[in-house]
């Protein structure tokens, strides 16, 4: 397969995507939609409400919606 961009956070250590999500964590990733450069993501944490309106909106801006 592909090999990830060095853009694509890391993922904390034990908070493994699970198989059926990781497509859609990897695409998010490399659009910059989650995680930032340098940061490591935790794919075990509760998404707070503030998390969950920036994802929305980076994906409003993608798109020109």
């Keep these: ?24 964590v990897y695409t998010m990733a490399t659009m910059g939609v ?7 993501l935790d794919a075990t944490k509760v998404l707070t409400r503030g998390e969950t309106a920036s ?3 980076a994906l409003g801006r993608l798109y020109g919606e």
């Design 34 to 40: 989650i995680g930032e450069q340098g940061q490591s």
């Design 55 to 57: 994802m929305l909106y």
């Design 1 to 24: 397969g592909a090999s990830a961009p060095d853009a694509v956070p890391t993922f904390v250590e034990g908070s493994a995507v699970p198989s059926w999500a990781s497509e859609a």
